[in-house]
């Protein structure tokens, strides 16, 4: 199960994802956030604090819409990532294209 | 030592009943919920492999999947009989380019060797066997 709220697409486009990114929901949260990133026009804030899993399906969906922002000019940012989500993200190398902010509790 | 055998069809509806199975598995055995995260994780990379790659025709099979926990070390084994394909031979992934020219995929390997000490593969009587191991780490005990 995967769920990817849209808050906001003007002036500060920002969703909120909650459940677990893998094999079965990535590419439901990678149209979502395509189709929002397609109607924005300034970086997209994506609120992780809600998944509570990804998988390499999973970081790929991100991957692809990463990729699609920075097609448009601005840029995809992860915000309150869980530690085991952003362990994930890191290893793979994920911070170095994007801004990942973790959850601090 | 604890242990758990599974086994599913190669179809992705079957993945997260066994998921579940393997978490509440692993808590069952005094482990963390990190624990089981980690499992799940490694176990998801592989089973989606076998399930997208190793039976080209389409047909029906078996993948078992088998975790193992001891005092001292957590090992996972899954086991198909599919084509012959040994990830360990796999190249690195690609974690470092631009995000404009890096690819999108192929992270599944990469996450099972960054997150277990030790990945195997061996094929014995037609099965591909895919073995990964980790010592547990203190903060994995639940009584830690």
Known sequence: MISVEVV?????PLARVTGR?????AQEFQDAVLSLVGKADHATRLDFSGVEYVSSMGLRAIAV?????ARKGFSLRLSDVR???????RRCGFDTFMEINRHES | MKRLDATIGNTP?????LLERAAAFIGEAALSPAAAFEAQLVIEEAVVNVIRYAFPG???HDIVVRIEIGEREM?????????????????????TSPIESRPVGG????????MMDQVGYHRYDGHNHLTMAKTIPPEWRKDA
């Open chain 1, 83 to 89: 530690p085991e989500v952003y362990s994930i993200l």
């Open chain 2, 75 to 95: 090992r996972i084994e899954v086991i198909d009989d599919g084509v012959p394909f040994d990830p360990t031979r796999v190249p690195p992934a690609d974690v």
């Open chain 2, 107 to 114: 992270l599944g390997i990469h996450l099972i060797r960054s």
């Open chain 1, 21 to 25: 990114l893998d094999a079965q929901t």
């Open chain 1, 65 to 69: 819409t990463a990729k699609a922002a």
């Open chain 2, 13 to 17: 509806e079957e993945l997260a009943p």
């Open chain 1, 8 to 12: 906001s697409v003007s002036p500060a």
């Open chain 2, 58 to 60: 389409g047909e029906r």
